[in-house]
């Protein structure tokens, strides 16, 4: 990705940011609201191993996202349990942008299925002040 697309990307993404995230499971699309963090041409989010994104995703790792303005494709990604020694900087820099909930009992990091996924940008298109940015 462009270096000014990401520099963008962060100052949009590089918080807690809510984006939609569609899979398929068997033909079928299926969308649900994620909250993401941008850093490094990916999207990261902690969710449950169990869950249907996760599962759809083991299965058929295509994904695509939506919000403020961009929508883009990406390959996603299991990171594994999030306190995984791996996982340490990256768990810090999601505990920061997702302090206002995260600690109100959503994230269990003790329970085994709470991963990271990563969501590794393919391709996209960004709108900023009347500027269509594609990468």
């Not at 990261?44 to 494709?73: D, R």
Request: glycine share 8%; proline share 1%.
């Amino acid at each position: 990705m462009e270096e000014r697309i990401d520099a963008l990307m962060r100052e949009r993404f590089g918080k807690d940011s809510l984006l939609a995230l569609a899979t398929v499971s068997d033909g079928t699309p299926h969308v649900r609201t994620i909250n993401a963090l941008y850093q490094n041409g990916a999207f990261y989010c902690i969710t449950s191993a169990a869950s249907n994104k996760m599962q759809h995703i083991a299965q058929h790792p295509v994904v695509a996202l939506c919000g403020e303005w961009f929508t883009g494709h990406g390959m996603g990604e299991n990171l594994g349990h999030v306190l995984l020694m791996e996982n340490a900087s990256l768990l810090q820099a999601l505990r920061t942008a997702f302090a206002s909930w995260y600690g109100n009992g959503h994230i269990n990091e003790q329970d085994e299925n709470t991963v990271i996924l990563k969501i590794t940008l393919t391709d996209g298109v960004f709108m900023r002040q009347g500027v269509r940015y594609t990468f």
